[in-house]
Structure formats: structure tokens, C-alpha cells
């Protein structure tokens, strides 16, 4: 049904074989709406960074293909969920942050409160002293010690 | 490099663990040359993953594994590494393919760009057999620049660390009013002695109970003598502690006011140096409300409630010493809720606190929506989303109520509860002075002495209380400003600065690349720049000229690599003189309120008016501002409203030519002006480019023609660089843009033959 295939090199990258025959090494997944519908609207873009193919929905397309695309968005979409707050230094900014998170535990500076972005109900997008972004799915379904540590900077 | 026999075989950096766990794993004569460990696993996950770089081998092991893997070292071998979104991808790969991948946070960048330069230059030595050229001694990884013998950190990229503010912020308000200690100190003085003399009054009920009423009911003559001596001195104490109670307030009045004042003035101060990222994150609005309000807050916080609440504990103090003097029972009894209450004060500070900052940030929120809203009404209003807006404050002002509602709950307790504890005190006071008078333990104007002085004390406690909730206030305000205070600007002054004698112009941009975020805007962008040379930049937008301008104006730190002028650094030149030699041209010209003349001399406030209408003159703007009513005096608005876009941004070219900068920056200074305007631009450019290090960003093509060299950016990165007439002949990414911009004129053309 697609008019496109995938694969994927030696080299890790991904190769696409694009409806007119050519092919495109080094093709990057990127999807358009992140957070708000990660599953839809999925750009397969050539090293030369136009985009090559528009993926409507991702369950659109084959099993083997989903998956190589699947694996490509896990490698460049790095936005560990936060899943507990361990202990913050400092209820002032810059502020060092141990948490918990679906990545495993990990420390951070978060800089300043402006770095918190409020996007949505209770969801929340926490960026790093070096860029990273780290996301708070539910404000309200964490636990008592997280809620209350991060209640304090909001 | 080669393993000599007298090298260490683990640098000591390397940490002890490592080194026993290496010296099992590597043969005898072999070297560590590299080490880092990565903070991410393959999936991303955290976990330490350690990789070693020896004479002939790359070693890394796992976290959770024992194993090493191990790559030889051979000339097929390539270590090169990427980053998207904040996370680094180091990988290892030969011909066939790659053989590992690894996966680190940036904050780690530096020490995987050193692994992969002592890597490469291994790998030169395999190859050649020559060790390759190290430029002048060891050079940062990151900004290349050359590092003092013996350190292995660059001064440079060392950047210090910023470190939280104390929770007491209050306390280092201080540093502000260590200049008016004297008064501090005459204020202090005076304040002891006005609460001192309100003690008085209490103090005299005793002997007015004791020697002259009571004896009076018992049947003796009032003695009017002693009830004159009595009153006078009451009325004395009254004036006396009036007297001293004004000129203390007064003082201290007048040395908050000026607390505040050079509070407000510092902080723009170290506002106005903060690099422009600071204020690209910040919201105007926000930034206006900390200087503006919150200083307010503190002045009033000092003047007014600071002085009470001191005031208050001193007549706490003072109080306790007279009534420990009379009667050491009947004190501790009156003393007694005095620790709960603290406690309960205790108590509720915290909540109070967190509150008070919500309630800022909240309030941050409400004026953030009209600091959006106003300026872009325009918009607003031709979209009609009115209602939308509206709402939109509505929302941010109920986020407001609700919270103000949830801290008040905790407020409004707080006051009946201490009232409460005074009645309390007041009748164990009661029950326990009736003990005493009856066991004629205590005369009845010791305990009525008693109950006037707690009287005061208990309702300076109930004032007291209300210390918590303002000091929380100014802490929280006094914290926002603190916070900008202490933001070290990410373009910092040199710690050793190096000056520019005779700065020629010449520039030198080496492997230099800019992140914005997690955002990689500029890579590995190498150019040299002749004196006097004039450049454009050309390339889509988003291709990173603006981001290049930013970063050789300084207005941005690079991330990697280095840009000097006449071969020093940037970074070690003083940042107003660096500035001093820039002259900038931009595509909106921003106008300050005040008069054409002094828009003009806005770089050199000393120009005189010769110098002013000369550089008019060669702006071209020298006869429409003679067309203005007032001439050269006429007022131009904020934005200067008055003024057509060609007019203004004639008047920015006279501020340019009027400095005589070495280096001149144009971005984009004709694209906002029709045609024709554009060509009266361009003669006043023209002047002002002779002889200058000029580069020039332009999204007409046909404004470049008089550059030495085009510079063709893509995604940033430079794709080509040439004269125009050969970057045509070359048919490359200049000559697409060129074409297409041609087609585009031919068809404007073509439609305005056939209009």
C-alpha cells in the first residue's frame, strides 16, 4: 500500500526508497506535533533536510516499517518522563533536580521557573541548564513528595 | 605520543577505580590516552557506560557488564560523533559499517570532542608515522583556543558555575545598606530609646496603685505633690518617646527609600549587561514587574514593617527585663505562651511563604497576558479574537483568586488564633496575680502593672504575627530581584582582559558552532575576513546568518570554536570595547524618544553638532531632517513614529557613520523599504561602507553586487563562497537562489505590464 520502503543500513542509518526509484541514505524520522499527537503527521526527512515523505499516521504503515521508524523517533526524541522527584537543593533557582525517570534516576540544573512550560492540563515540559527536555505527563497523578517539592516552583 | 617508557601509563586524572580495573586489562607499555564515561545507554536509558582510548585500541565497557569490548586501532577506523535534541551520538564505524554507538547528554560534549581529537591524532600516527603538528602547545577542544601550559581546563570555556541564592534572601539586602550604616546605627539608637520611654507609663501604674490610690480607699489624704510628680513624668515619657519615636522613623524612612532606590538602580544596571539570551527567554512584562514593583515592595517591607517588627522585639526584650525585675514568677507565668505562639508562627510560615511566591508568579501571569495583548492589539483586533483575549485574562486572573482563596484560609485563622492566646495569657496572668496578692506575695499595683504591660506586649504580638506574612512577601520579591542579580551573563567579561590598539578589521571565524537550546544553529564554520573586505551572507532564512551576525557582534557566546578580531578572541576583549568598533545597521531601526541630533549621536553622546550633519550628510538624511519642523531638534517617537522606515533607517546609518566603526554589520538593513527608497538607502550605505569591514546580510541578491565575497549559508553551515560572477559560473546553491529571485522579479515585472 505504501509507495515507499525502508530499511536500514551497515551504518545504522536509515535508507529510503522513494516512490520514483530513488534512494536516500541517511533519512531522519522527525515528528510534527511532539506532544501534542506524537502518532500522527510524521516527516521522513533526507540529509539535505527537505522532507521526502509525509506519514499521515504511523499505524498506516506495515508492521517492519513502523518498527524502523519507531526505533529511528526513540533515538532522537530523548524526553524521559519524569516519574518521581528523589530531592531538589533549592527552592530558589539555579536548582539541582534529582528524579526518577523512565530512563532511570538522573540529576539536572533547572535554571530558572520560566524553564517549566505549562502545555496542557497538569502537563508540564522541563528543560535543562544544557537543553534537555524532560516531561511531567500528569502534574496530579504523582505522588505527595514529588506534587508538593514541585508545587513550589510553580 | 609514542609509549615511551618514562610516560605514566594512566594519566592522573584517571580515577583510582579505573586504573586497577584497566592495568588487568591492558598489555604492559600500553597507555591511556583518553578516558570519558557516557551517561546514557544505546536505549537511552541512565546508566554509565565507560569508554577507554589507548595506544592501540578503543576499550568500553558497560554499566551492568564486567566484559570489555574492545576495537584495535586501525587506519579504516572513524569516531565521529552528532547531536539532535540534547542528546550526543558518539559512533564508531569502519568501512562495512558501524561497529558501536554511544549515547551522552551534553553536558558531556567536551569530554567526547577530546576523546575524538586524541583519537584522530592517534589515528594520524598510525597512518603517517608523524605525530601531527599540536598548534602552539594543547588547545581547548571546545573553542580552540590555546591553553596555558600545565592546565588542562581553557580559562575561557570554564565558565563559573552558578550557585543557588540562600534561602535568607533578605539578608543579603544588606550588601545595599552597608553604605548608610551610620544612619543605621542613629536609627537604631533612637529606636531604643523611644521604646524605652513607652515603657515608662506601665512602669509609674505601680507607685499610682501603691502609694496613692489604694491608700486613698483605705481612708488616707491623696497626696496632690506626688500625683503631680507622677502625672508630669507620664506626660514627659509620652513626649519624650513621641519626640524620639518621629526623628527615628523619619531616618530610617529616608535610608530605605535610598536602599531601594540604588536596589532598582543596581539592578537594571546588571540587567542591562546580561547577554541577549537572558531577555529572549524573559518576558517583558515580568522583568518590568521585578524592577519596578517588587523594589517598591522592599522599600516599603524596610521603612514600614521591618521597623516595627524591630521595634517590637526590642520592647518584647525590654518589657521581659522590667517584669523579671519586679517579680520573677509572676514573668515566667506571662511569658509562658510566648514560645507557643512562636511556634505557631512557625508554623504557618511556611505555608504563608510558598503561598506568596505562587501568588507573584500568578500575578506574573496576569501581566504577562497584558504585556501580550496591548502591544499586538492590532492583530487582536483584525483577527477578532477579542473574546478570546478576554478570556485568556480571565483565566490568568481566576488562577489568581483561586490561589489568594487557598491562602487565606490559612491567613485568617492565624489572627483570631493569636487574639485567642492573649485572652488566654491575660487570664492566667488574672488567676495567677490573685494567688500572689492574696498569699500578699505581690502588691496590687505590681500585678495591676503587670496587666498594662502585657496588654502592650500581647498586641504587639498580634503585630508581630503579621511580620511573618510581609517578610515572606518582601523574601519572595527580594528573591526575584536577587535572581536577576545573580544571573551571570553567558557573555562574561574577561577575567584578564586584552586590548585592541589599532583594531585593522580583520576577522577570523575558526571552526566555530552555536546551539541555541538543544539546537544546533551554526557547525564547524570556518572564514577569514580581510581588512576592509565587504562579505554578504546569502542563504534561505533559518540558514544561520542572523545567528552569525549575533555571534561576531558578541551578542552570543559561541558554543565551540572561536572568533578573533586581529587574531584575539573575543571572549577576552572587554565587551564594550569590542563593541565600541561595531557599527550596526539593522532591518527595523529602532528610535529612542528624543530629538533626530541625539538619535544620531546615540553612540557618541560627545559628538558635536559638525560631526552630527556631516554624518547626516553621508547618510543622506541631512535634507529631510532639515524638512522636519525643528530640524535636527524635532522629537521622534518611541519607535519614531514620525518617521517613514527609509527616513529611520537613514538616521541608524548616521548613528553608524557617526562612531567610524572598523567592522559594520548590515542585516538586512534595505529589505523593509520599497525600491525606490531602497536606492537612497543604498547610496547612504555605500559611504558608509567604504573603507569598513563590512558584512552584509541581504535577502535582495542584486544589494550584494558590490561585495567582495558572497558567503552561501545552508542550515548552518557555509555551502560556497565567491564573487558573484563565480558563483553564477559554478551553478551551485548561489545561482538556484539567484535564478529564483530573477524569475521573481521578471513576474512582478510582467504583471505590472499588465496592469
Given at each position: 500500500m505504501s509507495d515507499f520502503e525502508l530499511s536500514r543500513n551497515s551504518f545504522g542509518r536509515l535508507v529510503l526508497k522513494a516512490a520514483d526509484g530513488r534512494v536516500h541514505e541517511g533519512v531522519v524520522a522527525v515528528r510534527a506535533f511532539p506532544i501534542a499527537a506524537p502518532d500522527e503527521g510524521i516527516s521522513l526527512v533526507g540529509s539535505e533536510g527537505h522532507e521526502l515523505v509525509w506519514i499521515a499516521r504511523l499505524d498506516d504503515l506495515p508492521d517492519d516499517m513502523r518498527r524502523l521508524v519507531?526505533?529511528?523517533?526513540?533515538?532522537?526524541?530523548?524526553?524521559?518522563?519524569?516519574?518521581?522527584?528523589?530531592?531538589?537543593?533549592?527552592?530558589?533557582?539555579?536548582?539541582?533536580?534529582?528524579?526518577?525517570?523512565?530512563?532511570?534516576?538522573?540529576?539536572?540544573?533547572?535554571?530558572?521557573?520560566?524553564?517549566?512550560?505549562?502545555?496542557?492540563?497538569?502537563?508540564?515540559?522541563?528543560?535543562?541548564?544544557?537543553?534537555?527536555?524532560?516531561?511531567?505527563?500528569?502534574?496530579?497523578?504523582?505522588?505527595?513528595?514529588s506534587r508538593k517539592l514541585l508545587d513550589r516552583f510553580l | 605520543m609514542s609509549a615511551r617508557p618514562d610516560l605514566p601509563r594512566f594519566p592522573d586524572s584517571l580515577p583510582a577505580e579505573w586504573c586497577r580495573e584497566l592495568d588487568a586489562e591492558l598489555s604492559s607499555g600500553s597507555n591511556v590516552l583518553a578516558w570519558l564515561e557516557v551517561d546514557l545507554d544505546e536505549s537511552l536509558g541512565f546508566a554509565r557506560t565507560r569508554i577507554v582510548l589507548c595506544d592501540g585500541e578503543l576499550l568500553s565497557r558497560r554499566a551492568g557488564t564486567m566484559q570489555w569490548q574492545r576495537w584495535p586501532l586501525h587506519a579504516e577506523l572513524q569516531l565521529g560523533h552528532f547531536d539532535h535534541a540534547g542528546v550526543g551520538t558518539l559512533e564508531l564505524s569502519d568501512r562495512q559499517g558501524r561497529l558501536s554507538v554511544w549515547r551522552y547528554?551534553?553536558?558531556?560534549?567536551?569530554?567526547?570532542?577530546?576523546?575524538?581529537?586524541?583519537?584522530?591524532?592517534?589515528?594520524?600516527?598510525?597512518?603517517?608515522?608523524?605525530?601531527?603538528?599540536?598548534?602552539?602547545?594543547?588547545?581547548?577542544?571546545?573553542?580552540?583556543?590555546?591553553?596555558?601550559?600545565?592546565?588542562t581546563e581553557c580559562p575561557i570555556c570554564t565558565r563559573v558555575e552558578q550557585t543557588p541564592p540562600s534561602t535568607w534572601t533578605l539578608l543579603r539586602l544588606w550588601r545595599f545598606g552597608k553604605p548608610y550604616q551610620g544612619q543605621l546605627l542613629a536609627g537604631f539608637l533612637l529606636m531604643l530609646g523611644s521604646t524605652a520611654a513607652t515603657l515608662v507609663p506601665p512602669y509609674l501604674t505601680m507607685p499610682l496603685m501603691d502609694d496613692i490610690l489604694i491608700p486613698f480607699q483605705n481612708g488616707q489624704q491623696i497626696d496632690a505633690g506626688l500625683v503631680g510628680i507622677y502625672l508630669a513624668a507620664l506626660l514627659g515619657a509620652a513626649l519624650l518617646s513621641w519626640a524620639l519615636g518621629w526623628a527615628k522613623t523619619y531616618i530610617l524612612a529616608l535610608v530605605s527609600e535610598r536602599i531601594a532606590a540604588d536596589l532598582r538602580t543596581a539592578t537594571f544596571e546588571h540587567l542591562l549587561q546580561l547577554s541577549l539570551e537572558y531577555f529572549g527567554g524573559k518576558r517583558t512584562g515580568d522583568l518590568m514587574a521585578r524592577i519596578g514593583s517588587e523594589t517598591d515592595r522592599l522599600s516599603v517591607f524596610l521603612s514600614l514593617h521591618l521597623l516595627d517588627f524591630i521595634t517590637d522585639v526590642l520592647m518584647i526584650v525590654l518589657t521581659a527585663i522590667i517584669l523579671f525585675s519586679i517579680n520573677p514568677w509572676l514573668a515566667l507565668v506571662t511569658l509562658l505562651p510566648l514560645p507557643l505562639i512562636a511556634w505557631l508562627i512557625h508554623l504557618v510560615r511556611d505555608r504563608l511563604r510558598t503561598g506568596f511566591e505562587k501568588i507573584d508568579r500568578v500575578w506574573g501571569e496576569v501581566t504577562n497576558v497584558l504585556a501580550d495583548t496591548i502591544p499586538g492589539i492590532r492583530v487582536v483586533k483584525a483577527f477578532a479574537q477579542e473574546s478570546r483575549e478576554a478570556r485568556r485574562f480571565r483565566d490568568a486572573n481566576h488562577h489568581n483568586l483561586v490561589i489568594n482563596d487557598r491562602l487565606n484560609k490559612t491567613w485568617s485563622l492565624f489572627t483570631p488564633t493569636v487574639s485567642l492566646l492573649t485572652e488566654i495569657g491575660l487570664l492566667v496572668v488574672w488567676a495567677f496575680g490573685i494567688w500572689l496578692v492574696s498569699k500578699s506575695q505581690i502588691t496590687v499595683g505590681v500585678l495591676t502593672a503587670f496587666l498594662a504591660y502585657i496588654g502592650r506586649f500581647y498586641t504587639r504580638l498580634d503585630s508581630m504575627s503579621r511580620i511573618v506574612s510581609v517578610t515572606q512577601k518582601a523574601a519572595a520579591g527580594a528573591k526575584r530581584i536577587f535572581d536577576i542579580l545573580d544571573h551571570v551573563s553567558t557573555v562574561p567579561e574577561p577575567v584578564r582582559p586584552v586590548h585592541l590598539a589599532n583594531v585593522t578589521g580583520a576577522m577570523e571565524l575558526r571552526e566555530v558552532g552555536f546551539r541555541y537550546g538543544s539546537r544546533s544553529v551554526i557547525r564547524d564554520l570556518s572564514l577569514q575576513i580581510r581588512p576592509g573586505e565587504m562579505i554578504g551572507l546569502v542563504g534561505h532564512s533559518g540558514s544561520g546568518k542572523s545567528t552569525l551576525v549575533n555571534l561576531i557582534c558578541r551578542f552570543y557566546d559561541v558554543t565551540d570554536g572561536s572568533i578573533r578580531i586581529d587574531g584575539i578572541d573575543l571572549r577576552s576583549i572587554p565587551v564594550a570595547e569590542f563593541r565600541r568598533h561595531i557599527g550596526l545597521v539593522l532591518q527595523e531601526p529602532f528610535l529612542f524618544f528624543g530629538s533626530v541630533a541625539e538619535n544620531i549621536a546615540y553612540g557618541k553622546p560627545d559628538a558635536t553638532r559638525d560631526e552630527i550633519v556631516a554624518a547626516a550628510r553621508a547618510a543622506h538624511a541631512h535634507e529631510f531632517i532639515l524638512r522636519l519642523p525643528q530640524g535636527y531638534d524635532s522629537l521622534v517617537g518611541e519607535r519614531g513614529q514620525g518617521l517613514s522606515g527609509g527616513e529611520r533607517q537613514r538616521v541608524s546609518i548616521a548613528r553608524a557613520l557617526l562612531i567610524d566603526p572598523r567592522l559594520l554589520i548590515l542585516d538586512e538593513a534595505t529589505s523593509s523599504v520599497d525600491t525606490e527608497t531602497e536606492k537612497e538607502i543604498q547610496r547612504a550605505l555605500d559611504n558608509l561602507v567604504a573603507g569598513r569591514t563590512t558584512i552584509a546580510i541581504a535577502h535582495r541578491l542584486s544589494t550584494l553586487r558590490k561585495a567582495d565575497r558572497l558567503v552561501v549559508m545552508d542550515r548552518g553551515r557555509i555551502v560556497e563562497i565567491g564573487s558573484h560572477d563565480e558563483l553564477m559560473a559554478s551553478e551551485g546553491h548561489y545561482y538556484r537562489l539567484y535564478q529564483a529571485q530573477q524569475r521573481h522579479a521578471e513576474e512582478l515585472l510582467l504583471e505590472g505590464a499588465a496592469a
Amino acid at each position: 500500500m505504501s509507495d515507499f520502503e525502508l530499511s536500514r543500513n551497515s551504518f545504522g542509518r536509515l535508507v529510503l526508497k522513494a516512490a520514483d526509484g530513488r534512494v536516500h541514505e541517511g533519512v531522519v524520522a522527525v515528528r510534527a506535533f511532539p506532544i501534542a499527537a506524537p502518532d500522527e503527521g510524521i516527516s521522513l526527512v533526507g540529509s539535505e533536510g527537505h522532507e521526502l515523505v509525509w506519514i499521515a499516521r504511523l499505524d498506516d504503515l506495515p508492521d517492519d516499517m513502523r518498527r524502523l521508524v519507531g526505533e529511528e523517533l526513540a533515538q532522537r526524541e530523548f524526553v524521559p518522563v519524569i516519574e518521581r522527584l528523589v530531592a531538589v537543593s533549592t527552592f530558589a533557582t539555579p536548582s539541582y533536580w534529582r528524579v526518577t525517570t523512565d530512563h532511570g534516576e538522573t540529576e539536572f540544573i533547572l535554571r530558572g521557573e520560566e524553564d517549566i512550560r505549562r502545555i496542557g492540563h497538569g502537563k508540564l515540559l522541563i528543560g535543562d541548564s544544557h537543553g534537555m527536555q524532560y516531561l511531567v505527563p500528569d502534574l496530579y497523578a504523582l505522588d505527595g513528595h514529588s506534587r508538593k517539592l514541585l508545587d513550589r516552583f510553580l | 605520543m609514542s609509549a615511551r617508557p618514562d610516560l605514566p601509563r594512566f594519566p592522573d586524572s584517571l580515577p583510582a577505580e579505573w586504573c586497577r580495573e584497566l592495568d588487568a586489562e591492558l598489555s604492559s607499555g600500553s597507555n591511556v590516552l583518553a578516558w570519558l564515561e557516557v551517561d546514557l545507554d544505546e536505549s537511552l536509558g541512565f546508566a554509565r557506560t565507560r569508554i577507554v582510548l589507548c595506544d592501540g585500541e578503543l576499550l568500553s565497557r558497560r554499566a551492568g557488564t564486567m566484559q570489555w569490548q574492545r576495537w584495535p586501532l586501525h587506519a579504516e577506523l572513524q569516531l565521529g560523533h552528532f547531536d539532535h535534541a540534547g542528546v550526543g551520538t558518539l559512533e564508531l564505524s569502519d568501512r562495512q559499517g558501524r561497529l558501536s554507538v554511544w549515547r551522552y547528554t551534553l553536558e558531556q560534549n567536551l569530554a567526547v570532542l577530546r576523546l575524538i581529537k586524541a583519537f584522530e591524532s592517534r589515528q594520524q600516527l598510525l597512518a603517517t608515522g608523524a605525530a601531527p603538528a599540536v598548534e602552539s602547545g594543547d588547545i581547548c577542544p571546545k573553542c580552540k583556543a590555546p591553553l596555558p601550559p600545565d592546565e588542562t581546563e581553557c580559562p575561557i570555556c570554564t565558565r563559573v558555575e552558578q550557585t543557588p541564592p540562600s534561602t535568607w534572601t533578605l539578608l543579603r539586602l544588606w550588601r545595599f545598606g552597608k553604605p548608610y550604616q551610620g544612619q543605621l546605627l542613629a536609627g537604631f539608637l533612637l529606636m531604643l530609646g523611644s521604646t524605652a520611654a513607652t515603657l515608662v507609663p506601665p512602669y509609674l501604674t505601680m507607685p499610682l496603685m501603691d502609694d496613692i490610690l489604694i491608700p486613698f480607699q483605705n481612708g488616707q489624704q491623696i497626696d496632690a505633690g506626688l500625683v503631680g510628680i507622677y502625672l508630669a513624668a507620664l506626660l514627659g515619657a509620652a513626649l519624650l518617646s513621641w519626640a524620639l519615636g518621629w526623628a527615628k522613623t523619619y531616618i530610617l524612612a529616608l535610608v530605605s527609600e535610598r536602599i531601594a532606590a540604588d536596589l532598582r538602580t543596581a539592578t537594571f544596571e546588571h540587567l542591562l549587561q546580561l547577554s541577549l539570551e537572558y531577555f529572549g527567554g524573559k518576558r517583558t512584562g515580568d522583568l518590568m514587574a521585578r524592577i519596578g514593583s517588587e523594589t517598591d515592595r522592599l522599600s516599603v517591607f524596610l521603612s514600614l514593617h521591618l521597623l516595627d517588627f524591630i521595634t517590637d522585639v526590642l520592647m518584647i526584650v525590654l518589657t521581659a527585663i522590667i517584669l523579671f525585675s519586679i517579680n520573677p514568677w509572676l514573668a515566667l507565668v506571662t511569658l509562658l505562651p510566648l514560645p507557643l505562639i512562636a511556634w505557631l508562627i512557625h508554623l504557618v510560615r511556611d505555608r504563608l511563604r510558598t503561598g506568596f511566591e505562587k501568588i507573584d508568579r500568578v500575578w506574573g501571569e496576569v501581566t504577562n497576558v497584558l504585556a501580550d495583548t496591548i502591544p499586538g492589539i492590532r492583530v487582536v483586533k483584525a483577527f477578532a479574537q477579542e473574546s478570546r483575549e478576554a478570556r485568556r485574562f480571565r483565566d490568568a486572573n481566576h488562577h489568581n483568586l483561586v490561589i489568594n482563596d487557598r491562602l487565606n484560609k490559612t491567613w485568617s485563622l492565624f489572627t483570631p488564633t493569636v487574639s485567642l492566646l492573649t485572652e488566654i495569657g491575660l487570664l492566667v496572668v488574672w488567676a495567677f496575680g490573685i494567688w500572689l496578692v492574696s498569699k500578699s506575695q505581690i502588691t496590687v499595683g505590681v500585678l495591676t502593672a503587670f496587666l498594662a504591660y502585657i496588654g502592650r506586649f500581647y498586641t504587639r504580638l498580634d503585630s508581630m504575627s503579621r511580620i511573618v506574612s510581609v517578610t515572606q512577601k518582601a523574601a519572595a520579591g527580594a528573591k526575584r530581584i536577587f535572581d536577576i542579580l545573580d544571573h551571570v551573563s553567558t557573555v562574561p567579561e574577561p577575567v584578564r582582559p586584552v586590548h585592541l590598539a589599532n583594531v585593522t578589521g580583520a576577522m577570523e571565524l575558526r571552526e566555530v558552532g552555536f546551539r541555541y537550546g538543544s539546537r544546533s544553529v551554526i557547525r564547524d564554520l570556518s572564514l577569514q575576513i580581510r581588512p576592509g573586505e565587504m562579505i554578504g551572507l546569502v542563504g534561505h532564512s533559518g540558514s544561520g546568518k542572523s545567528t552569525l551576525v549575533n555571534l561576531i557582534c558578541r551578542f552570543y557566546d559561541v558554543t565551540d570554536g572561536s572568533i578573533r578580531i586581529d587574531g584575539i578572541d573575543l571572549r577576552s576583549i572587554p565587551v564594550a570595547e569590542f563593541r565600541r568598533h561595531i557599527g550596526l545597521v539593522l532591518q527595523e531601526p529602532f528610535l529612542f524618544f528624543g530629538s533626530v541630533a541625539e538619535n544620531i549621536a546615540y553612540g557618541k553622546p560627545d559628538a558635536t553638532r559638525d560631526e552630527i550633519v556631516a554624518a547626516a550628510r553621508a547618510a543622506h538624511a541631512h535634507e529631510f531632517i532639515l524638512r522636519l519642523p525643528q530640524g535636527y531638534d524635532s522629537l521622534v517617537g518611541e519607535r519614531g513614529q514620525g518617521l517613514s522606515g527609509g527616513e529611520r533607517q537613514r538616521v541608524s546609518i548616521a548613528r553608524a557613520l557617526l562612531i567610524d566603526p572598523r567592522l559594520l554589520i548590515l542585516d538586512e538593513a534595505t529589505s523593509s523599504v520599497d525600491t525606490e527608497t531602497e536606492k537612497e538607502i543604498q547610496r547612504a550605505l555605500d559611504n558608509l561602507v567604504a573603507g569598513r569591514t563590512t558584512i552584509a546580510i541581504a535577502h535582495r541578491l542584486s544589494t550584494l553586487r558590490k561585495a567582495d565575497r558572497l558567503v552561501v549559508m545552508d542550515r548552518g553551515r557555509i555551502v560556497e563562497i565567491g564573487s558573484h560572477d563565480e558563483l553564477m559560473a559554478s551553478e551551485g546553491h548561489y545561482y538556484r537562489l539567484y535564478q529564483a529571485q530573477q524569475r521573481h522579479a521578471e513576474e512582478l515585472l510582467l504583471e505590472g505590464a499588465a496592469a
